[in-house]
């Protein structure tokens, strides 16, 4: 159940994709906890269950995908028995996402104005266009949009990458939402555009108290934006930690993988990839399923599921041999 301090626990999360291929296991089992003002890292390869799980939370899974176990709360509520009715008034207003790509989150056929305004109208009946319009221009504004009063009326092919991207930001802010989901947000920007989507983030978050799940591969943008991490390989939780103990004190291997695949400039140690791939996760790997790609995989890994287990206070792993590594 929901602890104190909690905006969000998410226990046992099931989602499965029915294909004609078979049953796709992107999320088989995931738990973790977001706290209230914090930024928790989602971190794993492609492929891994990461944008899965939010959309799960938001119950936004695109078909063939289905929620198949599992209990999420919100603010000490069940969401997953919620009707359809009382999601709709929890997204935006309480649950908001940026999403990965705005080229294809935005609709090229509606002006800025138009998208934006029609979700502060649909949440408020009792607003008028104006009062969305001047709302919507004051965030754009916000987030860095030049001429907002101007530009509002674009479409978002008159944009720059960086600049639609700014867009998904306003939107998913204009409810004032408790809880942000960022899913991979720099995705296709330049270094400069960035980082400085990633200083907007954090002065907004500085500001408004939101709690935030920032989605990412780069561990990177991990230590830098997060005070927590959880990692996911192939639909299922690999480590749980703060973050500055996944950096300095990770027991997962697969953890420890992903750091020894980022430079760093105060070490000077040499670079590794992790060999193989993410298994196919309809014919997924018995037993632990980083087994094929962990040097420090033994028979048990192969043959039993690693549970999930609290190896101090706040720090919890999945691996059979976390207590050698």
């Not at 999360?13 to 706290?35: C, H, I, M, N, P």
């Not at 479409?155 to 809880?179: C, N």
């Not at 989605?215 to 990177?220: N, P, R, S, W």
């Given at each position: 159940?929901?602890?104190?301090?909690?905006?969000?626990?998410?226990?046992?999360?099931?989602?499965?994709?029915?294909?004609?291929?078979?049953?796709?296991?992107?999320?088989?089992?995931?738990?973790?906890?977001?706290?209230?003002?914090?930024?928790?890292?989602?971190?794993?390869?492609?492929?891994?269950?990461?944008?899965?799980?939010?959309?799960?939370?938001?119950?936004?899974?695109?078909?063939?995908?289905?929620?198949?176990?599992?209990?999420?709360?919100?603010?000490?509520?069940?969401?997953?028995?919620?009707?359809?009715?009382?999601?709709?008034?929890?997204?935006?207003?309480?649950?908001?996402?940026?999403?990965?790509?705005?080229?294809?989150?935005?609709?090229?056929?509606?002006?800025?104005?138009?998208?934006?305004?029609?979700?502060?109208?649909?949440?408020?009946?009792?607003?008028?266009?104006?009062?969305?319009?001047?709302?919507?221009?004051?965030?754009?504004?916000?987030?860095?949009?030049p001429e907002p009063?101007?530009?509002?009326?674009?479409?978002?092919?008159?944009?720059?990458?960086?600049?639609?991207?700014?867009?998904a930001i306003a939107?998913?802010?204009?409810?004032?939402?408790?809880?942000?989901?960022?899913?991979?947000?720099?995705?296709?920007?330049?270094?400069?555009?960035?980082?400085?989507?990633?200083?907007?983030?954090?002065?907004?978050?500085?500001?408004?108290?939101?709690?935030?799940?920032?989605?990412?591969?780069?561990?990177?943008?991990?230590?830098?934006?997060?005070?927590?991490?959880?990692?996911?390989?192939?639909?299922?939780?690999?480590?749980?930690?703060?973050?500055?103990?996944?950096?300095?004190?990770?027991?997962?291997?697969?953890?420890?993988?992903?750091?020894?695949?980022?430079?760093?400039?105060?070490?000077?140690?040499?670079?590794?990839?992790?060999?193989?791939?993410?298994?196919?996760?309809?014919?997924?790997?018995?037993?632990?399923?980083?087994?094929?790609?962990?040097?420090?995989?033994?028979?048990?890994?192969?043959?039993?599921?690693?549970?999930?287990?609290?190896?101090?206070?706040?720090?919890?792993?999945?691996?059979?041999?976390?207590?050698?590594?």
């Amino acid at each position: 159940m929901q602890q104190d301090g909690d905006v969000l626990r998410v226990e046992d999360l099931q989602t499965y994709f029915f294909t004609e291929a078979g049953v796709v296991r992107a999320v088989d089992g995931v738990s973790f906890a977001v706290k209230k003002g914090e930024t928790m890292g989602l971190v794993g390869e492609t492929g891994s269950g990461k944008t899965v799980a939010s959309y799960s939370v938001m119950r936004v899974v695109p078909k063939p995908g289905k929620i198949v176990a599992g209990r999420v709360y919100y603010d000490g509520e069940e969401i997953l028995s919620k009707s359809e009715e009382e999601m709709r008034k929890l997204r935006g207003e309480q649950i908001a996402m940026i999403f990965q790509d705005p080229n294809s989150s935005l609709n090229p056929v509606f002006t800025v104005q138009e998208q934006l305004t029609d979700i502060i109208l649909s949440h408020n009946g009792s607003v008028k266009k104006e009062e969305a319009l001047e709302t919507t221009v004051k965030l754009l504004d916000k987030v860095g949009m030049p001429e907002p009063e101007t530009r509002v009326r674009w479409y978002p092919h008159q944009f720059s990458g960086g600049m639609r991207q700014r867009i998904a930001i306003a939107r998913a802010l204009l409810l004032r939402p408790k809880l942000l989901f960022a899913d991979e947000p720099t995705t296709n920007l330049d270094v400069t555009i960035q980082a400085q989507v990633l200083e907007l983030l954090k002065s907004i978050k500085k500001e408004t108290g939101t709690s935030m799940v920032l989605i990412t591969h780069d561990m990177g943008i991990v230590a830098d934006m997060t005070s927590r991490v959880t990692v996911l390989y192939a639909g299922r939780v690999a480590e749980i930690s703060d973050t500055s103990t996944a950096y300095r004190g990770s027991l997962h291997p697969y953890t420890r993988a992903l750091l020894r695949s980022v430079p760093r400039i105060d070490e000077k140690v040499e670079l590794e990839s992790i060999p193989g791939n993410v298994p196919n996760l309809i014919t997924p790997p018995s037993g632990c399923r980083f087994h094929p790609r962990c040097k420090y995989a033994t028979a048990i890994c192969s043959e039993k599921v690693p549970p999930l287990e609290e190896v101090e206070k706040g720090h919890f792993t999945a691996c059979h041999h976390w207590r050698e590594l």
